[in-house]
């Protein structure tokens, strides 16, 4: 470490007290620790000032999203904001919030901060960026590999989803995959030694990966020199990098009380004397020449790529028409599931990019794409991913996927375990992902299996995360449109749920009126009473409405595929629909139910 380099990482640690400071509230402990990562990051960070979506840069991510102040502080040193947003850290409306949030400026890449989330993003990431990069090479087309930086910390270790996405990256050799470890053994609670003292070495090696170690985090030439090594290695790496929390604040480094709220101002005056860096938000002239050097270097190294102002994060094409869907031949004797399964295998023959995986219920739930091959190891063509029995993982890694390239990725699991991938879908709803959730076996037709396997309050559970769509289908046109609307959505995540029977239920209803959400199915002349049904339990009304018509009793069915759409009506058709001083039945499988709020 030069003295140099040694003003400029103080620099980036003034500038994190300080913005935090500023702020009154936020975490200054990982900023300042892991400024000497940052740094070292950032020399070696592929992107563009002026095209920031570039599709080959390479992606940054801290998992670890309490520390993203960091990210701020070197985009401020090198003229991507200026010193007025930087100044607005953690305010309302700000474009710097307080943990990372995915595109609320176009150098965020995902939103993190539930820790170990992050790390999954990654590797989805790096698992698309592969497969765009072997697709250039297949097209004989110039072809750079991007780079995935994700930064953690011991809590994201911590999570299970960081060994399920980290098993992943070993078992695919994502050599494209750089973790950055900012080992400082201190938590909220205090230091690790009560909490987490496994062999980090031995744990990733263990899973395919390469290990690398620097002890001192403020040795950049070092971490540099490791990150030059890990581009080098054919699988991922993780580099362990020694840091102390808060380093250089006289009275709190090493402490769990600088991670969650600031220093206090004579505590960030004294850091600023030690660093001779007085007035406010002071960039010295190291950190100038440096950042200038390194923006140089950028520069003329995308001056020699043709396509950088041109290629930028565009929408992955589903060119997807109606008419593709609605042609579609599907067999009487198919279960739900076998029909979507059946549709989506159709719709990848029409040129639809998509990519197929689920946490190893394939056999189970249907959903592959026959001729398609997998991604494996080497091999990052296949139109299907096998996530291995990983369901948390398996959903934020698609949500990684769908950020790295834009391609979407339709996952299937029991409906029942959509519990444990609660949490990516929150996030993929939050971050306007549009990820599509297969969820089958709905009902209680794993009756045999126990309460383990029948999905009762997840539909509601579901139905309470903001910006998803929940489709619960009862007939092939019902079927159809889930497909269609949740392929070509661009900003809602779709959650299809598919029970196992066969449902042969015919129709000439309009199209128009499925899209809507919900619809009048099948209508009587003189009805006094309305039958709501969902999903399979359609069936159910129709029989109904038929034992109640033998008793002269007329009844309307309406059914109701996805709750969200119907919401998205006018207020008129929605009151038509749900007429007051009118009887009304609802029938779904499941726990406490939203129904009764339309009850007069």
């Keep these: 470490m030069n003295r140099k380099q040694m003003e400029v990482v103080n620099n980036i640690r003034c500038l994190v007290a300080e913005t935090v400071e500023h702020s009154g509230?936020?975490?200054?402990?990982?900023?300042?620790?892991?400024?000497?990562?940052?740094?070292?990051?950032?020399?070696?960070?592929?992107?563009?000032?002026?095209?920031?979506?570039?599709?080959?840069?390479?992606?940054?991510?801290?998992?670890?999203?309490?520390?993203?102040?960091?990210?701020?502080v070197l985009l401020y040193l090198n003229g991507y904001i200026s010193l007025e947003e930087l100044k607005t850290f953690r305010t309302m409306y700000s474009k710097l919030p307080g943990l990372s949030e995915y595109k609320s400026l176009p150098y965020i890449e995902s939103t993190t901060g539930s820790l170990g989330q992050g790390i999954a993003n990654a590797v989805g990431m790096a698992i698309s960026l592969k497969r765009a990069h072997e697709t250039k090479k297949v097209e004989n087309k110039e072809a750079i590999q991007s780079n995935v930086y994700c930064i953690v910390g011991d809590g994201c270790l911590m999570e299970g989803i960081s060994y399920e996405a980290s098993s992943l990256a070993g078992t695919l050799a994502l050599s494209n995959l750089i973790v950055l470890y900012d080992s400082n053994n201190i938590t909220i609670d205090g230091p690790t030694d009560k909490t987490f003292n496994e062999n980090i070495e031995k744990r990733f090696t263990s899973m395919n990966w390469d290990y690398l170690l620097?002890?001192?985090?403020?040795?950049?030439?070092?971490?540099?020199?490791?990150?030059?090594?890990?581009?080098?290695?054919?699988?991922?790496?993780?580099?362990?990098?020694?840091?102390?929390?808060?380093?250089?604040?006289?009275?709190?480094?090493?402490?769990?009380?600088?991670?969650?709220?600031?220093?206090?101002?004579?505590?960030?005056?004294?850091?600023?004397?030690?660093?001779?860096l007085l007035k406010p938000f002071e960039i010295c002239e190291a950190s100038v020449k440096e950042f200038t050097k390194i923006e140089n270097q950028r520069k003329q190294y995308q001056r020699d790529l043709s396509y950088v102002n041109n290629e930028n994060r565009g929408v992955n094409k589903n060119i997807l028409e109606w008419n593709t869907i609605k042609d579609i031949k599907i067999p009487d004797n198919l279960t739900m599931i076998e029909k979507f399964s059946h549709i989506i295998n159709r719709i990848k023959e029409n040129?639809?990019?998509?990519?197929?995986?689920?946490?190893?219920?394939?056999?189970?739930t249907k959903l592959w794409i026959e001729k398609g091959g997998y991604i494996s190891k080497g091999s990052y063509l296949g139109a299907n991913i096998a996530f291995g029995i990983r369901e948390s993982a398996m959903a934020a890694v698609a949500t990684g996927i769908y950020q790295g390239t834009c391609l979407k990725t339709l996952i299937s699991t029991y409906f029942a375990f959509s519990d444990i991938m609660k949490n990516p879908i929150r996030m993929s709803a939050l971050m306007n992902i549009p990820d599509i959730y297969v969820f089958t076996h709905d009902g209680f037709s794993l009756g045999l299996d126990g309460g383990t396997h029948i999905p009762v309050e997840q539909i509601n559970m579901l139905r309470d995360i903001p910006n998803l769509n929940v489709y619960r289908p009862g007939n092939d046109d019902e079927l159809k449109v889930a497909c269609y609307e949740s392929i070509l959505n661009p900003s809602t995540p779709s959650a299809i749920i598919l029970t196992r029977d066969v449902i042969n239920i015919q129709s000439d209803i309009p199209i128009s009126s499925i899209k809507k959400g919900g619809y009048l199915f099948k209508s009587k002349k003189n009805a006094k009473l309305k039958i709501f049904s969902t999903g399979s339990e359609l069936a159910i009304a129709i029989e109904v409405q038929d034992m109640l018509n033998k008793e002269g009793i007329d009844a309307d069915v309406i059914s109701i595929p996805c709750h969200e759409k119907l919401m998205e009506q006018s207020d008129e058709y929605i009151s038509n629909l749900f007429l007051k001083d009118t009887k009304k039945v609802f029938i779904e499988i499941g726990g406490k139910s939203i129904w009764p709020i339309y009850g007069d």
């Design 214 to 276: 620097v002890k001192d985090g403020d040795d950049v030439e070092a971490i540099n020199d490791s990150i030059q090594e890990a581009k080098l290695r054919d699988k991922p790496v993780l580099i362990e990098v020694g840091t102390r929390i808060a380093r250089s604040s006289l009275n709190k480094e090493n402490s769990a009380d600088a991670h969650g709220k600031p220093l206090g101002k004579e505590e960030v005056e004294l850091i600023k004397q030690q660093f001779k």
């Design 351 to 364: 040129g639809t990019d998509i990519l197929v995986g689920s946490a190893d219920l394939a056999a189970s």
């Design 25 to 72: 509230t936020g975490h200054p402990g990982m900023g300042m620790g892991a400024a000497g990562i940052g740094y070292a990051v950032w020399k070696n960070l592929n992107i563009s000032k002026e095209v920031p979506l570039w599709g080959k840069r390479d992606r940054l991510i801290f998992s670890a999203g309490h520390g993203i102040v960091l990210q701020y």
